[in-house]
Nanobody, 115 residues
Framework: QVQLVESGGGLVQPGGSLRLSCIAS????????MGWHRQAPGKQRELVAR???????NYLDSVKGRFTISTDNAKGTAYLQMNSLKPEDTAVYYC?????????WGQGTQVTVSS
């Protein structure tokens, strides 16, 4: 059984920063990519950032230059550093991993940007 456990969400003021972490555990032979989606109330889930095992990253246009995704492949961990946060970044953030021909999801962590 593969599990993804997220942490690091919370309440932050506009312009602030948060760092999300996602740890993959269980019987995993190979992780091809990890990333983050988010879903705000009343909106569709959208891909925020993705990084391959080779280090190639891509981002949602609205977060480029503010968010940075990184991984520690040895630890099966992904990070999302979020700077210059805006109220429109408020959402539940879900970690995912493409591993062993499947996609696994975390339980989600709430990020709220508000003054």
């Amino acid at each position: 059984q593969v599990q993804l456990v997220e942490s690091g969400g919370g309440l932050v003021q506009p312009g602030g920063s948060l760092r999300l972490s996602c740890i993959a555990s269980g019987r995993i032979r190979s992780i091809y990519a990890m990333g983050w989606h988010r879903q705000a109330p009343g909106k569709q889930r959208e891909l925020v950032a993705r990084i391959t095992s080779g280090g190639s990253a891509n981002y949602l246009d609205s977060v480029k230059g503010r968010f940075t995704i990184s991984t520690d492949n040895a630890k099966g961990t992904a990070y999302l550093q979020m700077n210059s946060l805006k109220p429109e970044d408020t959402a539940v953030y879900y970690c995912y991993a493409d591993a062993d021909l499947r996609t696994y999801w975390g339980q989600g962590t709430q990020v709220t940007v508000s003054s």
